[in-house]
């Protein structure tokens, strides 16, 4: 069974404190590791999708890494715009479709 | 980009009434759409998979009878609620995919009285 756990929960920083969010996954055949952004009562935004360890990508104050058993966001001198709960989902090479299992989320707090 | 659109956005209901809420991919073709589920606080659950021409395949636990799936078009998909109670209460939302990305709709908040 795909499990997907995310840390930390909730992490607050001061603007312009760069940090990391973590996403440990256990899945037997990864299709691809997706980042999503979520605000308060809207559906997630699709960040990043990442397929192969080693394999990093950029967007703007972000920067997304994989390995065999984890996943990072990097943000980098983040701005209370950032704020936001951020979503790791992974998706099974054998599955139909493109079914996703997330995790937890962590939800990232910038303060001025 | 693609977009995907959910009708309505926010609905209120008795207990014991039925809710039906629309998912749309509107610049691209959806033979499959997800539906997930998202408690406060708490992550999506996916509920169901929706196949265009054919049945939705049903996450354990997740009551087939209570939560109809339609899947009459490669563009809509609709989720009923049936015999809503307030434990119903909860975003809905869903997902469709143009190659191996998937993007979600905006959600559906439904609250049962």
């Known amino acids: 069974e795909d499990q997907v756990t995310q840390s930390p929960e909730a992490l607050r920083l001061q603007e312009g404190e760069s940090s990391s969010l973590n996403c440990s996954y256990t899945?037997?055949?990864?299709?691809?590791l997706f980042w999503y952004r979520q605000d308060p009562g809207k559906g997630p935004e699709f960040l990043f999708t990442?397929?192969?360890a080693g394999e990093e990508k950029e967007k703007e104050r972000l920067k997304a890494t994989l390995t065999k058993k984890e996943s990072f966001l990097h943000i980098t001198a983040p701005k209370p715009e950032d704020s936001a709960t951020y979503l790791c989902?992974?998706?099974?090479?054998?599955?139909?479709?493109?079914?996703?299992?997330f995790g937890e989320g962590t939800q990232l707090t910038v303060n001025p | 980009g693609a977009v995907v659109s959910q009708h309505p956005s926010w609905v209120i209901c008795k207990s014991g009434t039925s809710v039906k809420i629309e998912c749309r991919s509107l610049?691209?073709?959806?033979?499959?759409m997800f539906w997930y589920r998202q408690f406060p606080k708490q992550s999506l659950m996916l509920m169901a998979t929706s196949n265009e021409g054919s049945k939705a395949t049903y996450e354990q636990g997740v009551e087939k009878d209570k939560f109809l799936i339609n899947h009459a078009s490669l563009t809509l998909s609709t989720l009923t609620v049936t015999s809503a109670h307030p434990e119903d209460s909860s975003f809905y939302i869903c997902t469709s995919g143009r190659g191996e990305t998937q993007y979600f709709g905006p959600g559906t908040r439904l609250l049962v009285l």
């Open positions: 989902a992974v998706q099974e090479r054998e599955t139909s479709g493109s079914r996703l299992t």
């Open positions: 990442l397929y192969s």
């Open positions: 610049d691209f073709q959806a033979t499959t």
């Open positions: 899945v037997s055949g990864l299709r691809g």
